[in-house]
Structures are given as structure tokens and as C-alpha cells.
């Protein structure tokens, strides 16, 4: 009836039975990018921001990990992984923007493109509610899947 996994024949929602896939080393890599301003920008020191709620990357880094592992409570047909590892790098691309590259690493039969790009969102969410008492004009433009490795098929795209 669907070419959709997680529609069933009767047309209902269904989460994907992964029970005969192999184990295999699984990553992937989200990026999100986000328009701060020059204002917020202009804050940093060293590429680290200090508000009254302490340090914003750090947090925010904090965050997205968390937000990782919390992905299947969010997303309603993710299946609960035990993550191997995340790690996200913020950089400061301009005046204005940041770049924030969200990897997950996992050995298991499911891969973990939905936790990397939920990592990215949630590291991005942290950095808004951080920064917004100096300007609340800051905007996540982007998020996207980078890579994935380890499953059926890999895919790599473009930065």
C-alpha cells in the first residue's frame, strides 16, 4: 500500500522492525547554521560568549549532546539507541553566523542521522535562549545532513 517504512498495510503508523539487520559502526554528521548578528557576535571573547546563564557554547554544547540521547522521546518513530559518542564543534564562520557540526557515532542496526540533526537543532535552540536578552533577531537558517555512514547505503553531501 506504502512505499513509506513506517505505514503499515492497513495505512497506520508502525515503527520498523530492525531486529534482522546487522550490527555495523553507524555515523552521521549534521550541520545547522545560524545568524546571530554583529551584536551577539560582538560579545564573544576567545569564541566563547558569557551571559547571566554562564557559558553559551559550553551549554549549548551540553544541550545538543542531551538532546541526542533524547531523540527517540521526541521523535515518535526513532528507535532508542545506546550513542557510542557525539561530538559538536560551534565555529564562528563571519561577523554574523555560526556553524554548528553535530557527529554521532553508534554500533547498531538503526542509524543516527535523526540524532545528529536533532543534536544540531538543540545545540542552535540553547545558543537562542542564551543570547536572546542581548537581540532576539537571531535566526537557525539551515539544518542538514552532511553524512552517513554505515547502513544500507552512505551518503555524503555537499557542505
Not at 556553524?99 to 547498531?108: F, K, P, Q, S, Y
Not at 542509524?111 to 538543540?122: D, P, Q, R
Amino acid at each position: 500500500m506504502s512505499d513509506f517504512t513506517h505505514i503499515n498495510k492497513k495505512g497506520n503508523p508502525k515503527m520498523v522492525n530492525v531486529s534482522d539487520k546487522k550490527i555495523t559502526k553507524r555515523t552521521a554528521i549534521a550541520k545547522a547554521t545560524m545568524f546571530l548578528g554583529k551584536e551577539v557576535i560582538a560579545h564573544f571573547t576567545n569564541d566563547e560568549l558569557f551571559t547571566k546563564k554562564g557559558p553559551v557554547f559550553q551549554t549549548a554544547i551540553i544541550a545538543g549532546i542531551q538532546g541526542v540521547k533524547k531523540t527517540s522521546e521526541l521523535i515518535p518513530m526513532c528507535h532508542p539507541l545506546l550513542i557510542n559518542g557525539v561530538n559538536i564543534d560551534i565555529n564562528i564562520i563571519d561577523s554574523e553566523s555560526v556553524e554548528v557540526l553535530c557527529e554521532v557515532t553508534i554500533t547498531g542496526k538503526t542509524g543516527v542521522e535523526m540524532e545528529a540533526l536533532t543534536g544540531a537543532n538543540i545545540t542552535c535552540l540553547t545558543i537562542y535562549d542564551m543570547c536572546k536578552s542581548i537581540s532576539q533577531k537571531m535566526v537557525i537558517k539551515e539544518v542538514k545532513l552532511l553524512e552517513k555512514t554505515g547502513g544500507k547505503s552512505d551518503i555524503k553531501s555537499p557542505s
